[in-house]
């Protein structure tokens, strides 16, 4: 099986950046279709963007449109999140995914445990 996991997270003020990461195991990570997805208490588990197997297609949320950036690198069996601009509504538990079906359609697999971000206003 895959394991995934998160690291980057953080507290920063808003307006600034993070750039989150997610390790995957095995020599299959070029097989799946790779997400990030946010939960704050209380709400649900919502996606947030998504990367096809070979990099060339990407899929963002609405709220995350031209702040957020997705991209992997197979050779290296990780995927990034790079977040700019960030508000303190971003504020989230966001947890990596592996799936084989993908874009707005991403079905998970796989879950990474999560990595806190805080936005301070």
């Known amino acids: 099986q895959v394991q995934l996991v998160e690291s980057g997270g953080g507290l920063v003020q808003a307006g600034g950046s993070l750039r989150l990461s997610c390790a995957a195991s095995g020599r299959a990570f070029s097989s799946y279709h790779m997400g990030w997805f946010r939960q704050a208490p209380g709400k649900e588990r919502a996606i947030v963007a998504t990367i096809n197997k070979s990099g060339g297609y990407t899929y963002y949320s609405d709220s995350v449109k031209g702040r957020f950036t997705i991209s992997r690198d197979n050779a290296k069996n990780t995927v990034y999140l790079q977040m700019n601009s960030l508000k303190p509504e971003d504020t989230a538990v966001y947890f990596c995914?592996?799936?084989?079906?993908?874009?707005?359609?991403?079905?998970?697999?796989?879950w990474g445990q999560g990595t806190q971000v805080t936005v301070s206003s």
């Open positions: 995914a592996a799936g084989t079906t993908g874009g707005n359609l991403f079905a998970v697999d796989y």
